[in-house]
């Protein structure tokens, strides 16, 4: 495990584009032990879904009703994910993106599994966070599994100093929140594959997608979303529950 801070020419990639990504910075080890976690919570919490949960949980046209596309708060329930969020590895870094003190507000594992997980449309973190400080919001993605173009790794566009454009959310897809594709063509995104233990970090603003998982193998990963605590939640497209906020020390 590194602990490290950025260097110039990465705090400049991080101006110029919005995402800026650190391979390795998490060891085997820990990856193993947040994801033998992720797969005993996984287990029990499919099993627990209400119907009406159904819809925001579960990939679409799962017929057995257990093939999870996401989890919500992992920070909060579970320990190893807590550990992660808090890290001594990613502390400093999140300081030199965000400034200081800041808190941990939601956090979510997208599961992405194989064969069946669904694309996230293109989108931008702070239309559904949506802080009165635009540059107050950081998203710290990290690959539990290798992250590559066949399972569906993150893809942006980098323009993050970009206004925050409108969403809709499809029909029966309330989670889905995203972009008319007309804003952008699609082909200009870059796609960012990681190996497993590697850090995604992007501005709110930065519009990002990723696909379809076509691969036979899971592409898990977790994202954390850190807020300065000067910065507030005012206009959210979708809710945060305070109850669920860690402060960060
Ligand atoms: O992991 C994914 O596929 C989507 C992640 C994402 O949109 C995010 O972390 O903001």
Redesign the pocket.
Known sequence: MRTNCFTESQLQEFQRTGHVTIDHLFDASTIETVLEDLTIWSGQFVNTLAPGEQQWFLERGDENGKTLRKLDHPAFHRKPFRELATHTSLKPLIEQLLGSPYHLFFSQV?M?PPEAGSP?PI?Q?NFYFGPDNLDATL?V?IALDDATLTN?C?HYCNHHQHEVLPHFAPENEPYNLQIDTTHFDQLALTPAPIQSGGVSFHHGNTP?F?AANQSKKSRR?V?FHYLRNDAALIHSGLEYDPAMRMDIR
Do not use: E
Request: proline share 0%; charged share 25%.
């Open positions: 997208f992405k996230k989108h973190d998203t993605w569906g993150l990002h990723s990963a994202a």
